[in-house]
């Protein structure tokens, strides 16, 4: 309210419905502190006079207002899923064919009142006396709204008249039910194609599904480059004994793992966790623990991913590596990681037809400060597609405007050497009537006029051929149209 200002803000249903849930809240908890205080206290008044009558109306009535009060907050509350379901355009439809038919179905409301409100009447005075549903206005039109869905009692109204019962009967059921019910049935139907048409050929603005597909998406990315540093990091344990003495030095583990593109802290972090000592030297015990420690946490990390794969589905699942197939990390000449827990071959790395591999974890490229690599972040296989399909749109879209610039410039260069014509044209026509000195003033002026006639049928010639429908090929244009020859005199 503070940012679009009260009367903005009051033009929207839902923000109206707000308002009525707060004032009703706040009313219902002021009622429920009182009722509760009363409560408390008529109770210690009547246990101390246990033979006084204890009046409980008032709670009463405040406890049916609360009820009411609740029963309201219920229903807009319950109203509002139609606000917070309106991103899917199927959810929306109620509401749009509503909106959309709402004149028509003011005009109809309009027109069945009149009639309802007729039969009403002539209920009344025709049975008023003789029929206890039909003995007043309010009771007639609920019987006759009863008489709608099918609950009604014909044999009264028989009773009552044996003529005007049935013919009351059956002019109502084929005015209001036939006939406008019917009419208010096509209004909604129409109006509902209309809207399901629209809907049809509109994107969705939220997609529940994709986003919570795409939440499991970028869940399982992160478990992918979860798996991949550790993996990196037990590949780093072998290659970081460089001297193959069976002990790993601080200085040689923080050298091999700032290659691989750690920072010092998770370097550090890391190395304490396992140097039990404290001699800044991991042994072939703490190197087997670390090991151990980094493979658990690795087969927890491949669980996880399973998990997720399962509740996204074998066709939903995201282009992302299987779970048993480790992802390595390139470095330097090295192609092919190394199977350090289990001891195995090396092997490459395959990829199912189904699920190609996606790059999500970090991997290595040279060119980094001081010859040392730098991690940097792959792009994925959807990304990768998205951003093919824009880089095709907007080629398409450039590929439009130069041709729609061509064809301007053509026209620019085709006005240039029309204008060069005409200069060249003026003055062949002045340098024949200046030449001209023997003839008397109107053979120039016939001369000049023929020069300029058979000139401008030529242009005329000229542009209907080179640009059809244009403004100098189209009648009334050329300068001998009427009052030429007086504006040349």
């Not at 071959?345 to 040392?372: F, L, W």
């Given at each position: 309210?503070?940012?679009?200002?009260?009367?903005?803000?009051?033009?929207?249903?839902?923000?109206?419905?707000?308002?009525?849930?707060?004032?009703?809240?706040?009313?219902?908890?002021?009622?429920?502190f009182y009722r509760t205080f009363q409560v408390e206290k008529i109770l210690e008044s009547l246990l101390a006079a246990p033979d006084e009558f204890a009046n409980f109306e008032k709670l009463a009535a405040l406890q049916m207002n609360f009820n009411y009060g609740v029963a309201m907050i219920a229903f807009f509350s319950w109203g509002k899923l139609f606000k917070y379901i309106s991103f899917n355009k199927t959810m929306t439809q109620l509401t749009e064919t509503i909106s959309q038919s709402r004149k028509d179905l003011i005009s109809f409301l309009l027109m069945f009142f009149i009639v309802f409100f007729a039969f009403a009447q002539v209920g009344f005075l025709f049975f008023g006396t003789q029929v206890y549903d039909y003995r007043s206005i309010g009771n007639v039109c609920i019987t006759q709204l009863r008489i709608i869905l099918g609950d009604f009692n014909f044999y009264e109204l028989e009773a009552a008249h044996p003529a005007l019962g049935p013919l009351y009967f059956i002019l109502y059921i084929v005015f209001v039910f036939l006939i406008l019910f019917n009419m208010f049935l096509a209004i909604i139907n129409d109006t509902y194609s209309s809207v399901k048409e629209e809907s049809q050929n509109s994107a969705n603005e939220f997609e529940v599904m994709d986003f919570f597909r795409g939440q499991y998406n970028k869940m399982l990315q992160k478990l992918n480059i979860k798996r991949d540093r550790i993996a990196d990091i037990q590949s780093a344990i072998v290659a970081a004994d460089a001297n193959n003495d069976s002990q790993i030095e601080y200085d040689e583990w923080k050298?091999?793992?700032?290659?691989?593109?750690?920072?010092?802290?998770?370097?550090?972090?890391?190395?304490?966790?396992?140097?039990?000592?404290?001699?800044?030297?991991?042994?072939?015990?703490?190197?087997?623990?670390?090991?151990?420690?980094?493979?658990?946490?690795?087969?927890?990390?491949?669980?996880?991913?399973?998990?997720?794969?399962?509740?996204?589905?074998?066709?939903?699942?995201?282009?992302?590596?299987?779970?048993?197939?480790?992802?390595?990390?390139?470095?330097?000449?090295?192609?092919?990681?190394?199977?350090?827990?289990?001891?195995?071959?090396?092997?490459?790395?395959?990829?199912?037809?189904?699920?190609?591999?996606?790059?999500?974890?970090?991997?290595?490229?040279?060119?980094?400060?001081?010859?040392?690599?730098?991690?940097?972040?792959?792009?994925?296989?959807?990304?990768?597609?998205?951003?093919?399909?824009?880089?095709?749109?907007?080629?398409?879209?450039?590929?439009?405007?130069?041709?729609?610039?061509?064809?301007?410039?053509?026209?620019?260069?085709?006005?240039?050497?029309?204008?060069?014509?005409?200069?060249?044209?003026?003055?062949?026509?002045?340098?024949?009537?200046?030449?001209?000195?023997?003839?008397?003033?109107?053979?120039?002026?016939?001369?000049?006029e023929a020069l300029v006639r058979d000139e401008l049928e030529r242009w005329d010639s000229e542009s209907a051929v080179s640009r059809p429908g244009s403004a100098v090929s189209r009648p009334g244009t050329s300068l001998s149209r009427p009052g030429t020859r007086g504006s040349l005199r």
């Open positions: 309210m503070k940012n679009v200002g009260v009367k903005s803000y009051f033009t929207e249903f839902w923000n109206w419905a707000d308002v009525v849930v707060l004032l009703t809240a706040v009313a219902c908890i002021c009622i429920n050298e091999e793992l700032m290659a691989r593109g750690y920072n010092e802290n998770e370097i550090e972090e890391a190395f304490k966790k396992f140097d039990l000592d404290g001699n800044r030297i991991l042994d072939a015990n703490e190197q087997a623990q670390m090991l151990k420690a980094l493979e658990d946490e690795k087969n927890a990390v491949d669980k996880d991913i399973g998990q997720v794969e399962n509740k996204l589905g074998v066709n939903d699942r995201p282009t992302t590596s299987r779970p048993e197939t480790r992802s390595k990390t390139s470095r330097g000449a090295r192609g092919r990681r190394r199977a350090i827990a289990a001891g195995e071959e090396e092997r490459p790395e395959t990829a199912t037809p189904g699920r190609q591999k996606t790059a999500v974890g970090q991997r290595r490229s040279g060119g980094g400060d001081g010859g040392k690599p730098r991690v940097i972040s792959e792009v994925g296989y959807q990304e990768f597609t998205q951003l093919s399909r824009r880089v095709d749109r907007m080629e398409h879209s450039i590929g439009s405007i130069v041709s729609k610039i061509d064809t301007v410039l053509v026209k620019l260069e085709g006005m240039e050497k029309a204008k060069l014509r005409r200069r060249e044209t003026m003055a062949a026509l002045l340098d024949s009537i200046a030449l001209a000195d023997d003839a008397t003033e109107e053979a120039k002026r016939a001369k000049m």
